[in-house]
């Protein structure tokens, strides 16, 4: 069975190979349209990658920013509560879980490791192959 970077190169090659051979067929007519196709072929591409990343970026600030803080704000509170046996500090708790919209340790977890698959596909996806090598 073929590694995934075979796969990925596989893939690489049949994505830029894409008209490149109507390129050598083509008249001196068509030639240009030919060019224009693999070009918008590649722009695509790359525009297509790059909204992959900004969605990454997006998801990362959003898990680090609010869902990890809350996490943080609110368990800091439940064990500051927990510690002093302090009704204010445990209400404050148990508010800031519904004010703040606190996820589970659980969905934290499953969230960050969705987090850490999504880029790893991306790092290891044809565009990124490309961008890798061609510096």
Same mark, same amino acid.
């Given at each position: 069975?073929?590694?995934? *970077?075979? *796969?990925? /190169?596989g893939e690489?090659?049949?994505i %830029?190979?894409?008209?490149?051979?109507? %390129?050598?067929?083509?008249? &001196? &007519?068509?030639?240009r &349209?030919? %060019?224009?196709?693999?070009? #918008?072929?590649?722009? #695509?591409? +790359? /525009?297509?990658h790059r =909204?992959?990343?900004?969605? *990454?970026? =997006?998801?990362k600030r959003? +898990?680090? $920013? @609010?869902?990890l803080?809350?996490?943080?704000?609110?368990?800091g509170l439940?064990?500051?509560?927990?510690?002093t046996?302090?009704?204010? %500090?445990s209400? *404050? #708790?148990?508010?800031?879980? +519904?004010?703040l $919209?606190?996820p589970? @340790?659980? &969905?934290l @977890? /499953?969230? $960050?490791?969705k987090?850490?698959?999504?880029? =790893?596909e991306?790092r290891?996806s044809?565009?990124? @192959?490309?961008?890798?090598?061609?510096?």
């Amino acid at each position: 069975m073929p590694s995934n *970077l075979a *796969l990925h /190169k596989g893939e690489l090659r049949s994505i %830029i190979s894409e008209g490149i051979n109507e %390129i050598g067929l083509a008249d &001196e &007519e068509s030639f240009r &349209e030919v %060019i224009n196709q693999v070009i #918008s072929n590649l722009t #695509s591409m +790359f /525009k297509k990658h790059r =909204k992959e990343l900004d969605d *990454l970026s =997006k998801s990362k600030r959003k +898990f680090y $920013g @609010i869902d990890l803080s809350c996490c943080l704000v609110s368990g800091g509170l439940s064990i500051a509560a927990a510690v002093t046996s302090n009704p204010t %500090i445990s209400q *404050l #708790s148990t508010i800031s879980s +519904f004010v703040l $919209g606190a996820p589970s @340790i659980k &969905e934290l @977890i /499953k969230d $960050g490791n969705k987090i850490i698959k999504t880029s =790893k596909e991306l790092r290891k996806s044809p565009t990124s @192959i490309l961008l890798k090598y061609s510096k």
